[in-house]
């Protein structure tokens, strides 16, 4: 670091001490002026002398000048003295205001020198008031505030005809001459303003010090170690005791900048180690010895070795078959794939966002499908997308199923298929798994995200490891432990509740499938090729009347064919872990927890069809949507046994339904026809756009993992990868912006209203959000 320039403020020497030790009294400090005035005062009389408002401040301003006069600055730089006291700024005005205010100003001066001996005494009374309110020292915000004003050539040109005068030797004491001045001036007169001009002038660099490293004990590490220790005596050592002056100019805040917000500095040492020549001979022997494709599955090996013994068509053959081979051409694809979707997989990947800044946008909130995912039948056989489900650790990677959604085909498949799809290459899978039945259900583990559970039409499930290829099932079940031949329409992971038990289940977090009969059954994956399965559930078939929706009640004498509801869909609670619905053709949800067997915990019936479909607001854990086959939507909030809110459009039945992961206030509706997007801000009445994606029939959709796209998959077996276009901003208070929406939509009901004002904040903490899982 260079050494601190050092500035000093002296008072003149030489011939200009002599000369002011000849000056007269105005050269005197302020107090002493005052001693000799009133001493004067006191032996002779003072003849009648009336100042000008305007004087006091002129004789003020000169007083500043002649300190200022009186100083000299000087600066020490390499060892020589150079005078740097600042130059008056001479400004030259050439208009017509500013002569008129020179005039004015020089026949101020002449009427000063008739003044004589009170000079002094003016000029002590003006300080005295000045520090009282009066307000001659003007802030830089007073001197802004006036900059244009045309008050000061005003008040000069009427300063002779009506300024008040003051008589301080009518007054019998000094203490009624400063409360007359002082109510005079307060009362009937305002200050005038001050034209500044701010001219820019050239960057001077005081001071700079960067940050550099260097290696120790170096002619480098040597000078920053001195420098250093340099800064450390200027700064928190002895050198820091010494005169400093604090001062401003031009702006009334002084801006600082600390060390602090500086990189931390790396410490580096330097450390040695010892190797004899026997271990370096050792080691480099070993290498030497070790086998360059014995890190190769065995498998594999001996596969390489099996083909090189048969002929050229059959090796063709069997290389496709290598797993190698197989990594070998998915990364092939995938690049081959970027070159015609790069800009779709942008959108997806939410790299080409819509700017903040745009100037034109229209709301129409609409849908740009990005990919279309063809369905890989290799034996031409129509199956529809039966369940979906993203990658929780990677969100390129989504798995879809293959097999029967709705009994209304004219055609059911008999076998099913599992594609494993990467957004890097939508033309082919990435895994694909057969079946001799239809897949019904799938899920990711969210805690294992390599595992992928899997539930066929014949009721069995098992887990595949889809990181490996050409690998068999992890676990399947067995009769034994799952019984039912029902289709597995749902699958859900919960959270491992403890410890391994005593049995043998490992620590892999079990899962919970549901059955079409009504049963629910946790399986566990242990040591060995099958699951583990328990019963949790079994329902039955609502007797009496349950929350919510009225119903009328059925006869006595009538007899169900089914004792037991057909279910539908499972849904998990966002907060609960243990929390889990299921919901029934009958449209009743029923509120179960994993702690309690063969019973439920409560019922509430939402729509007078089969509901199918559960979700809740990614702001609020107690407010969620259901949707039926009775053609509506409707909103519910934990506690309250009605619907917030009911949304129809047309007369269909809703096969799916969700709230919006970007936008608090936006629902996505999905029935076999067309996909509706709701606004609840704007509309409860009818959606603001609808899109229809072609002419098979929808069966259901699902949110990407960032929320900002959404997947509809169809009969034919066709997966649309839509973005959001044209979308609103999304509001910066998620939470505020649904709860006005909300109270806005029941604000016609007043009982409704009541009971939604009694239950209060019914958010996640701290206004957070949470995706439902």
Known sequence: MAAPKVTTFSKPSGDDKTKGSQDDERKLPIQKKM????????????????????????????????????????????????????????????????????????????????????????????????????????????????????????????????????????????????????????????????????RKTELILLYEQQSMTAIKNTEDGNYAEKDNKEYDYLTIGKGKVRRRSDAETQTNDSLFKSRKVNTIRKDTTDTGSYVSYFEMFDTYRKLEEVDPFALEDQEDKTEKENITKLSREQQFAAIVKLPSFHWASTVLKRLLAGNNFETAQRRFRNMDSIPLTISNINYKYSLQNLFTIQPYAPDNERRAVSDMSFCYSNSDILAVSYGIYSYQAAKLPSTGEVCIWSIKNPCDPERYYFYNYPVVALEF??????????????????????????????????????????PVLAIKWIKQGGNSDDDGVDDIDPFLSLSQDGSVTRFHIIRGPYLLGNKQMSLERIEGKPEGLPVTVLNAATQEANPRPQCLNLTKHPLHADIYYILTDEGCLHKCSTNYQHHYLEVLKTHKGAVNCMDFSPWSPKLFLTCGNDWFIRIWMEGIFKPLITLQNMYGPYQWAGWSRTHSTILIALNRKQCEIWDLKRSTLKPVSVHKLGSSYNTLALFSRDGNSIAIGNERGKVFLLAYEEMPFAPHYQYDALEKAIFNAVNNFPELLIELKSLGYFGYPNKGMVIPP
């Open 35 to 198: 001693f000799l005035l009133d001493k004067r005062t006191s032996k002779e009389a003072i003849p009648s002398t009336r100042l000008s408002y305007y004087e006091y401040i002129d004789m003020e301003v000169q007083r500043a000048l002649d300190i200022r006069d009186y100083l000299k600055i000087e600066e020490t730089i390499d060892g020589e003295v150079l005078d740097v006291t600042p130059k008056p700024i001479e400004v030259p005005y050439d208009t017509e205001g500013y002569k008129k205010l020179k005039q004015k100003v020089s026949c101020i001066q002449k009427r000063r020198g008739d003044s004589g001996g009170f000079k002094g005494t003016a000029s002590s009374i003006l300080r005295a008031k000045s520090s009282r309110g009066v307000g001659f020292h003007l802030s830089m915000e007073d001197i802004v505030t006036g900059i244009g004003s045309e008050r000061m050539l005003t008040d000069l040109r009427t300063s002779t005809a009506i300024s008040p005068y003051i008589d301080i030797s009518s007054s019998s004491s000094s203490s009624s001459i400063e409360d007359k001045t002082e109510k005079d001036i307060k009362t009937k007169f305002n200050l005038p303003f001050i034209r500044v001009v701010l």
């Open 445 to 486: 583990s969210p805690y294992m995200p390599n595992l992928l559970a899997i539930g066929l039409f014949d009721g069995s499930i098992e887990v595949r490891d889809i990181s490996k290829f050409s690998q068999p099932p992890v676990a399947i079940s067995q009769r034994s432990s799952s019984p039912g031949v029902d």
